[in-house]
C-alpha cells in the first residue's frame, strides 16, 4: 500500500500537491475499502437469513456447522478473486475485485431468498448496493472533472468552492475572538 503515496517515478512524496495519478489511486483504494465493507455487510445478511432458515430445521449445532462452512467457503471463494484478478499485487485492481465480490453476494442473497418474506433485509442489500455504486460513481465523475484542464467552471462547484472559502474565514474569525477573549 505504499505505492499509493509515491509519484509516478515511484519516489515517496511527503507533502505537496498530489498528482493526478496520485489522486486516482487513492480515490481507487477508498472506493474498494467501501465496497469491501459493502460486501462484509452482504455476506452477514446472507449467512444470517440462511441461519434464520437453518435454525427452523435444523439443531443449533448442525446450523453451527453449515455457518461455519458458508463463511469459510466464501472466505476461500473471496481471496480467490483477489487474487486472480490481481487486487493481491496491486492496488489499483482492488476495486474491480471488490465490486464483483459484491455483486456476486447481492445475486447469491436474491437467488437463494426468493420465497422468504424477508422485506427489510432484502431491501437493505439493495439500498448497500445502491449507496456503494452511488458513491462510487460520485467520486470518479468528480476525479474527471478535476483532471480536466479546459473544462468551463461549474456554477455549483463554484458556488461550492465560496461557501467553502466565507466558513472557513467565519471560524478564522471566530476562533480569533475567541484567543483575544481569553487573553483579556
Known amino acids: 500500500m505504499g505505492e499509493l503515496l509515491m509519484d ?3 519516489v515517496e512524496v511527503a507533502g505537496g500537491a ?6 486516482f489511486r ?3 483504494v477508498f472506493l474498494a475499502v467501501l465496497w469491501c465493507c459493502a460486501s462484509a455487510y452482504l455476506s ?15 439443531t443449533p449445532q448442525a446450523t453451527l456447522i453449515r455457518l461455519l462452512t458458508t463463511n469459510s467457503v466464501n472466505a476461500y471463494i473471496t481471496s480467490w478473486v483477489l487474487y486472480l484478478s490481481g487486487g493481491s ?32 433485509e432484502t431491501s437493505l442489500s439493495i439500498s448497500v448496493f445502491s449507496i456503494a455504486s452511488f458513491i462510487s460513481m460520485v467520486s470518479l465523475l468528480l476525479q474527471l472533472h ?3 484542464a479546459n473544462d ?3 456554477p455549483l462547484f463554484e458556488i461550492a468552492k465560496r ?16 484567543r483575544v477573549g481569553r487573553d483579556v
Request: glycine residues 4%.
Open 89 to 120: 499485487e496491486d492496488p489499483r485492481l482492488l476495486l474491480p475485485a471488490w465490486i464483483s465480490i459484491a455483486t456476486t453476494l447481492t445475486f447469491l442473497y436474491h437467488l437463494t431468498h426468493p420465497r422468504l418474506a424477508i422485506l427489510k
Open 26 to 28: 487513492v480515490t481507487e
Open 163 to 178: 461557501i467553502w472559502e466565507y466558513s472557513r474565514r467565519v471560524v478564522e474569525l471566530v476562533e480569533g475572538v475567541g
Open 152 to 154: 468551463p467552471p461549474v
Open 44 to 58: 452477514f445478511y446472507f449467512t444470517d437469513c440462511l441461519m434464520s432458515r437453518w435454525l427452523l430445521n435444523y
Open 8 to 10: 509516478e517515478k515511484g
Open 18 to 23: 498530489w498528482s493526478v495519478e496520485r489522486r
Open 146 to 148: 478535476l483532471t480536466r
